[in-house]
């Protein structure tokens, strides 16, 4: 991933009134407004890049003279994470920052962005908004401080034609027991460790996001809670999702010297499950574009024939199979920005209409908003609007202050169970105590 910094002065996308409404914030003295807006990612900073020259217009129509500067600053999420702070906490920061859900409450708590309830509030867009994709941005103070652009569903793909050919039951599994007997008799025939499921450090904060926490979040057991912002860290359901990673290891299941790789997606999700050695893989629906789409990291040919969608089976008595809401990325506005209703304006429009659906379809993003499923081009993407249609019964995990935390806990108790170090009960002991250390006690629920 090239590491060079390019900037631009771009522009674009189709007007919508109801997002350029509320406006008002006081010119410069020659009339002029520029704000910048950050994309470290290089295809959000491409679909953004012809959209912004539309806004500009558009708020010239409105009788505003408004330049956008975008800056398209690649960066891992590491480094983004570095830098937005250093610049935030100099008053340095661009205007209108896109980012994943994960950094915004650290950083909203620092008070380093822009509360924007009061934009939001009366924008009809807002109206539109699922319930799922607002409660994942609320903050533990009950506001906003980013507009979520997109949405996603986590669940388990699987290769249809593998498991045909193999003989193997496609159905949507019940129960772990149950999928874990199919995943038996796919190794038996092939030899291979058939599922992957993100564990250990080097797969990083997807160990926690997209591994344990999709696991136990059906599980009913708490994790962290709003109220009293703290944490959870011995329950019911985290020593099962431990105890599951025990069992599928156990069983030859899951790839772990693959896991144990610098960057274990690489063989794992763009190798083994493309070629079919793996054929069950934990992915959020970013996958039917950024891993296996015509463009994406490791395409599979005519994949929405070879690739099907289980919800994740159940893990504890009681409960039933689901897929989890996740967040996706969102704007929010430096609370040090010179031009906040500008600022926020460009954030409502680029999260409506036209402009998301490029954006959403860009990127293979669910759509957090009700009315995009007949705005092109996200309305040809069934595997999106399929995604979609689940938000309205999906698991949705509270997530608050201290998450990286806890992912850091995660990662570092996953990666005892796939070197062999500790079993699950041993991983999770392991997990609650780092935690804890990590946290400090005051953050942890007795």
Not at 361 to 369: D, E, F, H, L
Request: proline share 7%.
């Amino acid at each position: 991933m090239s590491r060079k910094r390019v900037r631009a002065v771009v522009a674009a996308g189709v007007l919508l009134a109801g997002a350029l409404t509320a406006c008002s914030d006081s010119r410069d003295d020659d009339g002029a407004v520029t704000i910048k807006l950050l994309e470290y990612q290089k295809a959000r900073a491409d679909v953004i890049k012809p959209l912004i020259p539309e806004f500009e217009r558009a708020m010239a129509r409105q009788g505003r003279d408004v330049d956008v500067e975008l800056i398209a600053d690649t960066l891992t999420d590491d480094q983004f994470r570095t830098k937005i702070t250093q610049q935030l906490h100099s008053g340095s920061a661009p205007d209108v920052i896109d980012m994943g859900g994960t950094n915004v409450t650290g950083l909203a708590g620092a008070g380093y962005l822009l509360k924007l309830d009061k934009y939001l509030d009366g924008w009809d867009g807002w109206d539109q908004y699922y319930a799922s994709a607002k409660d994942g941005a609320r903050q533990p103070d009950g506001g906003f401080y980013s507009l979520p652009h997109e949405a996603s569903v986590q669940s388990l793909f699987y290769r249809k034609d593998v498991l045909k050919r193999l003989g193997i039951d496609t159905s949507q599994p019940r129960t772990w027991d149950e999928l874990i007997g199919r995943m038996k008799k796919v190794k038996a025939k092939t030899g291979e460790a058939p599922m992957v499921i993100p564990a250990g450090t080097a797969w990083g904060a997807g160990s926690w996001s997209e591994g344990l926490l999709p696991l136990a979040a059906g599980t009913g057991s708490p994790l962290f809670d709003p109220e009293s912002r703290k944490w959870t860290l011995k329950s019911e359901g985290l020593d099962a999702a431990f105890g599951l990673y025990d069992d599928l290891i156990e069983e030859g299941l899951l790839p772990v010297q693959d896991l144990q790789n610098p960057n274990p997606w690489e063989p794992t999700k763009y190798e083994k499950f493309p070629e079919g050695t793996i054929a069950v893989a934990a992915q959020g629906s970013w996958g039917w574009k950024y891993d296996w789409g015509p463009e994406g990291a490791a395409p599979i040919k005519n994949v929405r024939e070879k690739v099907g969608i289980w919800d994740y089976p159940a893990l504890v008595p009681g409960t039933k199979p689901y897929s989890v809401s996740g967040g996706g990325y969102g704007f929010s506005v430096s609370a040090e920005s010179d031009h906040p209703d500008v600022a926020a304006a460009l954030a409502k429009w680029l999260s409506s209409g036209k402009p998301l659906a490029k954006q959403l379809t860009a990127v293979g993003a669910v759509s957090p908003r009700k009315d995009l499923s007949d705005t092109a081009p996200y309305k040809d993407e069934p595997t999106l609007l399929e995604a979609e249609r689940k938000l309205k019964s999906t698991v949705q995990p509270p997530l608050g202050d201290g998450e990286d935390q806890v992912s850091q806990a995660v990662q570092g108790a996953t990666a005892k169970l796939v070197s062999g170090d500790a079993d699950g009960g041993e991983a999770a002991d392991d997990f609650a105590e780092e935690a804890e250390e990590l946290l400090g006690r005051p953050r942890v629920a007795k």
